[in-house]
T-cell receptor, first 115, second 108 residues
């Protein structure tokens, strides 16, 4: 069964260090999302891609976060420098349809702990 | 603005029926999803309602009333494995608005 792949599953880092997360969506899925989920809360959208284009990054803290999807397939989310408040689960999701998003398929997530 | 409200926690016993309510205020509303999320895992799709009414899928059913801005997820014949967080997700245009989730604890 097709899956959204994410790595690493777990990352522990010290504040002020750089962190990067990778996501490979289900093959053929044009829409890709990065969400941040703090324990006990729902996911919050960081950035949404349609193919290689960013369609929504209004909630992305652009002073320290960046995201790219250069070839419209896999994507990287970077944090530099990491802060204590960035400790969270970072979820990648993909969808096959634009507009009517249909079902969202999530990866297993990357859990970040900033010390 | 865009807002999704659902209870924070609920408890129930094995074999029982539980209803998780969700109210939403979203402009450009298209439909509503329910996702299940076990602790430390990614959310998994349960249901998607676009039209008013009840959608049944095995032990789980989801209801939508667009005029009232209201949905519920109904879980029947509860099992211990149903202990999880249940996320109500509104779709507005191409955006998805997540609720904070309802943590359901099922006890024997």
């Amino acid at each position: 069964e097709a899956e959204v792949a994410q790595s690493p599953r777990y990352k522990i880092t010290e504040k002020s260090q750089a962190v990067a997360f990778w996501c490979d969506p289900i093959s053929g899925h044009a829409t890709l999302y990065w969400y941040r989920q703090i324990l006990g809360q729902g996911p919050e959208l960081l950035v949404q891609f349609q193919d290689e284009s960013v369609v929504d990054d209004s909630q992305l803290p652009k002073d320290r976060f960046s995201a790219e999807r250069l070839k419209g397939v896999d994507s990287t989310l970077k944090i530099q420098p990491a802060e204590l408040g960035d400790s969270a689960m970072y979820l990648c999701a993909s969808s096959s349809r634009w507009g009517n998003t249909g079902e969202l398929f999530f990866g297993e997530g990357s859990r970040l702990t900033v010390l | 603005g865009q807002n999704i409200d659902q209870p924070t926690e609920m408890t129930a016993t094995e074999g029982a029926i539980v209803q998780i309510n969700c109210t939403y205020q979203t402009s450009g509303f298209n439909g509503l999803f329910w996702y299940q999320q076990h602790a430390g895992e990614a959310p998994t799709f349960l249901s998607y309602n676009v039209l008013d009414g009840l959608e049944e899928k095995g032990r789980f059913s989801s209801f939508l009333s667009r005029s009232k801005g209201y949905s519920y997820l109904l879980l029947k014949e509860l099992q211990m494995k149903d202990s999880a967080s249940y996320l109500c997700v509104g779709q507005a245009g191409t955006a998805l608005i997540f609720g904070k989730g309802t943590t359901l604890s099922v006890s024997s």
